[in-house]
């Protein structure tokens, strides 16, 4: 069974990073099998890194048409927004794995969310941080993590 699974900003970003063609593959089949699955979550803290990045950062950069076309794609996958709740619980991660601040409010989002999968490479893949499991989308295809669905 394909279940949820939270997008980290860098997958997102290396979609767009011609610089990185193997990255850029990897990523893109990530996002077309979660946007095709109806899978995919994120929380309003990527959507605002993936902007950034894309627009100011990544060399040659997206036209900013062009990145706020692909935000607004993305916000039919109704982004976790960074409330109370989330706070609390990233502090609670932030204490127990002593991940920074940012990281820990991704996990935080991608638990608020229901997510079984948090697809980054920003942290240690296979590692279980509670009800979600990290997956490294750069090592592992989606076929690798929901084999035969």
């Given amino acids: 069974m394909i279940e949820a699974t939270f997008v980290d900003a860098n997958v997102l970003i ?10 850029q593959e990897k990523a893109t089949a990530w996002l077309n099998f979660l946007w095709h699955s109806k899978q995919g979550r994120l929380s309003v803290q990527v ?11 990544l060399k040659p950069g997206m036209d900013i048409k062009a990145a706020r076309a692909d935000v607004r794609a993305l ?11 989330v706070v609390e619980k990233a502090w609670i991660i932030q204490d127990r794995f002593l991940f ?7 996990v935080a989002a991608a638990q608020v969310a229901q997510c079984r999968y948090l697809l980054t490479e920003d942290l240690q893949d296979a590692q279980e941080l509670d ?9 592992h295809t989606p076929q690798d993590i929901f084999q035969g669905d």
Avoid: A, C, G
């Fill in 14 to 23: 290396y979609q767009r990073d011609s610089s990185e063609p193997v990255k």
């Fill in 47 to 57: 959507l605002n890194e993936f902007y950034v990045i894309v627009t100011r950062k």
């Fill in 75 to 85: 916000m039919t996958w109704q982004p976790i927004p960074i409330d109370r709740v």
């Fill in 100 to 106: 920074s601040w940012w990281d820990s409010l991704i």
């Fill in 131 to 139: 009800s979600v499991i990290v997956v490294n989308p750069f090592i």
